[in-house]
């Protein structure tokens, strides 16, 4: 399989995301409407999630196992992730531009967060869990460390309740090119941690 990083990089600046459909044919789709994450005050989460961050149960980290990360979020009965795409996604994640974002207790990975990141703008593919609550306190800090790297635009592609919870919105296909062209003049580093990629360090209880 011929990877064209440059070619997919431009694909996802343009507003088009990659996925396979259910004979694991690789694609390019857009869509009418697009949902977001909110990294201003929209940005909300469920009062017995405050408790779990409160009790500072999970580490987070970035890119500690970005494999182990690909492997959980297609670890699933219906996936539009096939091996195919996991091969891009390795491809992306050795030129720096995928990445993922983790929650960790003790040595055991408890969920995360794959996404693509570019210019001003943090492109949400999968996220998974193998704890209870670690794929949500990863968005949580993952929000929290977009809005410190002055991101304007988390894209989580397509809305679902899972979503709404933290607050996600719709808006159409002309909104977000317009929202998509100003983050692209943005400059945002996703990355540029020391040593092991530790951005938090939560004591266990």
Known sequence: MNIDIDSIIEGYSQGYFLMSDDDGQLDWYSSRQRTLIPLDDRFR???????????????????????????????????????????????????????????????????????????????????????????KVAMVKLVEHLRRKEYVLFDAQLQNPHLERFGSYVINSGQYKRLLHQAMIRNCIFNNVDLDNYIFTYKRR
């Open 45 to 135: 989460y469920p009062k017995s999630l405050q408790r779990v961050l409160n009790q500072e149960r999970f580490s987070v980290a970035i890119n500690r196992d970005f494999k182990a990360v690909c492997e959980g979020c297609a670890d699933r009965d219906t996936t539009w992730i096939s091996d195919d795409l996991l091969r891009i996604y390795f491809a992306l994640h050795q030129a720096g531009w995928a990445h993922s974002f983790e929650t960790w207790q003790g040595d055991r990975l408890a969920g995360g967060i794959l996404g693509i990141a570019i210019k001003g703008v943090f492109i949400g593919e999968s996220m998974f869990y193998r704890i209870t609550e670690g794929s």
